[in-house]
Every structure is written in C-alpha cells, then in structure tokens.
C-alpha cells in the first residue's frame, strides 16, 4: 500500500468564496450587517450615542464570532457546546486502572493495616525487648 504525508498547510486549506472568505466567514458578515445596521438606525434618536455603539457590539459579536473565531481546532458553536456540556452537565469521571496501581496501592494499605494491628495485638516485639 502506498502512502503520502500531506502537509499541514494542504489540510487547513478552506475554499474562499468573495473577497478572500470563506463561505461560512461572508455569511456571518452579512448576518451581522443584517443584524446591526437596524439596531444602529432604528436607536439612533432613541439611545445615547455613547450608549449605542456598545449595543451593536454585543448584538454583532456573536456573528463575527461564528465566522471567524476557533480555538484549539474548534469552531465557536463547537467551543459554546462543549462549555455548556462542562458548566451545566453533571460530569462523570470514569478511572480505568490498566496497570493496577490502584489495586496495588490497595493491597499495600490492607498489609499496613495488618501489620498495625499485629502489633498493638502484641504480636510483634521489637528487637530490643526480646534480651
């Protein structure tokens, strides 16, 4: 069987639609715009103008968020599921013991025990008593 490396760059390639974006990044653009622009009109004479720029801010950063934001190889949606599945989802840790470790560490800590109990039984002296 034949085999060939493919380089990082070839595998992060995105096709580009207008203007150098991507399909997904143009639609978030125009979602924001879509988004906006009636917010920044429809508040013009209703809201300080010190004010309404922050509006639209908070109105159009999740769009440009989707579009364009990705961490550790996530898209934004994905990194918004995954936090919500870690902050409202009751975890559930499961522990596979593969080399035995933790039976291991149990056996040593049951032979203590034993060994503590012999000797408040008095089932071992020490080495300076027996003369």
Known sequence: ??????????????????????????????????????????????????????????AVMPFFAFGFFTFKGMRFEELVKACCNMWFRPQIRVYEDADGIFRELYEEIVEQEIVQQRITNGEYERKGDAD
Not at 19 to 24: E, K, P, T, V, Y
Not at 41 to 58: E, K, M, Q, T, Y
């Open 1 to 58: 069987m034949l085999s060939m490396k493919i380089p990082a760059e070839i595998q992060e390639y995105k096709s580009k639609l207008i203007f150098g974006l991507s399909a997904r990044q143009f639609f978030s653009i125009a979602g924001a715009i879509l988004v906006g622009v009636p917010i920044g009109v429809l508040g013009h004479g209703r809201i300080s103008a010190d004010i309404l720029p922050w509006f639209v801010i908070v």
